[in-house]
């Protein structure tokens, strides 16, 4: 049992902010700074720190612009970055598995 | 978006090797310190410190006590583990939701 599916996650991106960043960027395909600060609720600081680390493991690309000339910071993920939350949504679904199945009836986990 | 599913998730839960933990003792109802150490492939402290911070949150109750004359730690999970790891569960599908529903065709999350 040393393939338990707990093994196999990342923590580089199953840290529960950095999975809520990188989600959020997967599904909007590109994210303002502030966008991912209100929806995550985390002080500037935290996120930036957050968003480092996701930079510095190349899943995430950075790019400094202008919206309405206010200066914005956009966040896209990498390939790396796709490939990456793909593996952690694989191995969350084996995980879950492992609890769903030895529900007891009444139980169900939802 | 306030309400986004990674806010949802517990630090305390979501860390990747106490979900580990919780969803061996989850799945085997009572499990040994040796077996949950092989299977989440840690050293005895980095068990010990990670089952110390869930006994302290309520979360599972630890027993000693001999098998064949040898002393054994055994893990359970209590009432508010089995809820926690439920709430877990339920957070995680709603973030892999969010994360399969923008799938492009041909790069399904699997």
């Known amino acids: ?4 599916p707990a093994n196999g996650l990342d923590d580089v ?15 909007a395909r590109q994210v303002e700074f502030g966008f991912l600060r209100t929806t ?11 968003l480092n680390v996701l930079e ?5 690309e950075i ?3 202008y919206q309405d000339k ?10 790396n970055g796709r490939t990456a939350l793909r593996h952690e949504i694989a ?3 084996q995980l879950i ?8 009836p009444g139980e169900a986990v939802t």
Do not use: F, S, Y
């Open 1 to 4: 049992m040393t393939d338990h």
């Open 13 to 27: 991106v199953h840290q529960r902010v950095r999975l809520g960043i990188m989600a959020i960027v997967h599904e």
């Open 40 to 50: 995550l609720q985390l002080t500037a600081g935290n996120l930036g720190q957050h």
């Open 56 to 60: 510095k493991a190349d899943l995430i």
């Open 63 to 65: 790019h400094k612009g």
């Open 70 to 79: 206010r200066p914005c910071t956009w966040v896209t993920l990498t390939a």
């Open 91 to 93: 191995h969350l679904k």
């Open 97 to 104: 598995h492992t609890v769903e199945r030895v529900e007891a």
